[in-house]
């Protein structure tokens, strides 16, 4: 069946360190994936797109990289804050079939100061 | 400023009383969705409508009811809620009919059915 997986668990780390989030697929060939952020009590919004024929993404102090070898995409923050501290979903969308991507469940990152 | 919007924010009602939650953008956006969100199952797609008076199912969608009778709202419709359909309701809209596009999503609903 086909699975997203993000670690449930919490990432904690420290202020100005890389924050690297991980989402794992199983028995999908993705067309995209979106990288989500979601703070408590509110809507996702949207931080990145990365196609399958694409490696890396950048967007100020964010990354995504997308190995479809590996069926991984890493989500980077860079010098991270506490502000940065949130959710975030990664999105799926497969070539072919549902028009709709499909979400993780999302990891909870914690920046301390 | 561009937006969706939802209401109510809150709501608490008993089994079985009809109830309708609304959604509307003004982005002028063709599609829109509704989802739901509960702990461990992340978020789930209900609805979807590719334009006016076009709507298709989602992953989930028993027990609700959508329309789009306008562009801009999109409710969503629970006939007769059920414990089960307690939840965190998003609606989103995008733009065109790119999937790439991305999706604005709403402040959400939070539902509890008694």
């Known amino acids: 069946s086909q699975k997203i997986e993000q670690n449930s668990e919490a990432l904690n780390i420290q202020e100005g360190k890389t924050a690297t989030l991980t989402c794992n697929y199983t028995n999908y060939s993705p067309a995209y994936l979106q990288w989500y952020r979601q703070d408590p009590g509110r809507g996702p919004v949207f931080l990145l797109l990365i196609r399958e024929n694409e490696k890396e993404k950048r967007k100020e102090r964010l990354k995504v990289t997308f190995d479809t070898t590996l069926k991984q995409s890493l989500f980077h923050i860079t010098a991270s804050q506490p502000a940065d501290s949130a959710t975030y979903l990664c999105?799926?969308?497969?070539?072919?079939?549902?028009?709709?991507?499909?979400f993780g469940r999302g990891t909870s990152l914690i920046v301390h100061p | 400023e561009a937006q969706v919007t939802q209401n109510p924010r809150y709501l608490i009602t008993v089994t079985g009383k009809k109830l309708t939650v609304t959604c509307s953008q003004n982005m002028n956006h063709e599609y829109m969705s509704w989802y739901r969100q509960d702990p461990g199952l992340g978020l789930r797609q209900i609805y979807y409508?590719?334009?006016?008076?076009?709507?298709d199912k989602g992953d989930v969608p028993e027990g609700y009811k959508v329309s789009r009778k306008e562009k801009r709202n999109f409710p969503l419709i629970l006939e007769s809620p059920s414990p089960n359909q307690t939840s965190l309701y998003f609606c989103a809209s995008r733009a065109g009919s790119s999937s790439y596009n991305e999706q604005f999503f709403g402040p959400g609903t939070r539902l509890t059915v008694l």
């Open positions: 409508s590719m334009n006016v008076e076009v709507t």
């Open positions: 999105a799926l969308k497969a070539s072919g079939g549902s028009y709709i991507p499909t």
